[in-house]
């Protein structure tokens, strides 16, 4: 069926509402599809008619819906970078702030070497336009960060923290860390698993400890 020609359904708002189902469908297609061609191809090598090919759909959907090549990628990175990077849907808090935090960096280890591919070609385009970099800041800030300090609260809550630790920071840090380990660590530098896991291990206690209150 051609996109725009969903069936009316007399009862659920008719012609329209078809309609609009079936654009979201299609967007829908077209931003899986872009995900697994970009990661596969990169960036420059990557078309529009194979991620169209891909979706099933016809390639001038994309210009429609996203203003081309580059205006489907940061739709993706809207949609999935977020949705992966976020930081939330992780094991509840462990019992004591050291084992949470080196739990915390090893699932960070773990995500980002299934997505490494992904990755990469976002952290590329991301040093040449704007609009990409922008959205990884604000996946930061908005999503991972606030999460990281919901985790951390619950030790201050229990009086694992020291009351004046300024989480925002804390958690800016630990998120950053979190992907110099899981990226650059194990991928762009190819460290071994070992020592990465040494270094998580040396983070996680030495950031407990210094969030200890002081008697």
């Known amino acids: 069926?051609?996109?725009?020609?969903a069936p009316v359904d007399g009862c659920c708002g008719?012609?329209?509402?078809?309609?609009?189902?079936?654009r979201e469908a299609t967007k829908g297609a077209l931003l899986d599809?872009?995900?697994?061609?970009?990661?596969?191809r990169g960036f420059d090598a990557a078309t529009t008619r194979e991620i169209a090919g891909r979706a099933g759909v016809?390639?001038?959907?994309?210009q429609r819906y996203f203003s081309g090549k580059s205006g489907l990628l940061l739709a993706v990175v809207e949609h999935y970078?977020?949705?992966e990077t976020g930081g939330c849907a992780l094991?509840?808090?462990?019992?004591?702030?050291?084992?949470?935090?080196?739990?915390?960096?090893t699932a960070q280890l773990a995500h980002s070497w299934q997505c490494r591919d992904f990755t990469r070609v976002v952290l590329a385009r991301a040093l040449v336009d704007p609009a990409i970099a922008d959205e990884m800041s604000r996946t930061l800030s908005e999503?991972?960060?606030?999460?990281?300090?919901k985790r951390l609260e619950v030790f201050r809550d229990r009086g694992d923290i020291a009351a004046d630790a300024d989480l925002a920071n804390v958690?800016?840090?630990i998120a950053t860390l979190s992907f110099g380990l899981g990226f650059l660590d194990q991928v762009v530098f190819g460290r071994d698993n070992g020592r990465v896991a040494a270094v998580v291990a040396t983070l996680a206690h030495t950031i407990a400890h210094g969030l200890t209150p002081r008697g």
């Not at 069926?1 to 020609?5: C, F, H, P, Q």
């Not at 008719?14 to 079936?22: F, L, N, P, S, Y």
């Not at 016809?58 to 994309?62: A, D, G, K, S, T």
């Not at 094991?91 to 960096?105: K, Q, R, S, Y």
């Open 58 to 62: 016809n390639e001038q959907l994309i």
């Open 33 to 40: 599809a872009a995900k697994m061609v970009f990661a596969e």
């Open 91 to 105: 094991p509840p808090p462990a019992d004591d702030l050291e084992t949470d935090l080196a739990h915390f960096l």
């Open 81 to 83: 970078w977020r949705q």
């Open 1 to 5: 069926m051609d996109e725009g020609s």
């Open 171 to 173: 958690a800016a840090g």
């Open 143 to 149: 999503s991972r960060i606030p999460c990281l300090m």
């Open 14 to 22: 008719g012609e329209g509402a078809g309609r609009k189902r079936d």
